[in-house]
């Protein structure tokens, strides 16, 4: 599974940022049949959590109410340059990660 994480560029310490996560993943609610009429086996992101100089910042539990490659915004405030992670976990037991370093400048 790929994912994407942004933010603006530029951040200051004390700055209330936006970041935006997508994920790439097929959200299949068990519900839709395949061209020979067989059930796609419900698959699901079951939860997603996201930390920053490893405190969390994000949590989600989400259900077969979200589209497929999901997409949220989420806020923090920027303190240190630090390491973001987020980590997922889907019906089928596969896991996600993804890493990435925040730079944040003094006042």
């Known amino acids: ?9 530029n951040i200051k ?16 609610t068990g519900y839709l049949q395949d061209f020979t009429g067989h059930y796609i086996p419900r698959n699901i992101i079951q939860w997603i959590k996201a930390t920053y100089d490893q405190k ?6 989400t259900s077969s109410g979200i589209a497929a490659n999901p997409f949220f915004e989420f806020y923090i405030k920027a303190s240190v ?10 019906d089928l037991g596969n896991e996600g990660e993804l890493r990435q370093i925040m730079t944040v400048s003094a006042l």
Do not use: C
């Open 56 to 61: 969390e910042v994000f949590y989600v539990q």
């Open 81 to 90: 340059t630090g390491l973001i992670v987020v980590k997922w976990l889907d």
């Open 1 to 9: 599974m790929n994912a994407r994480l942004t933010w603006p560029s």
């Open 13 to 28: 310490t004390g700055d209330v940022v936006k970041l935006r996560l997508l994920i790439q993943h097929p959200m299949e």
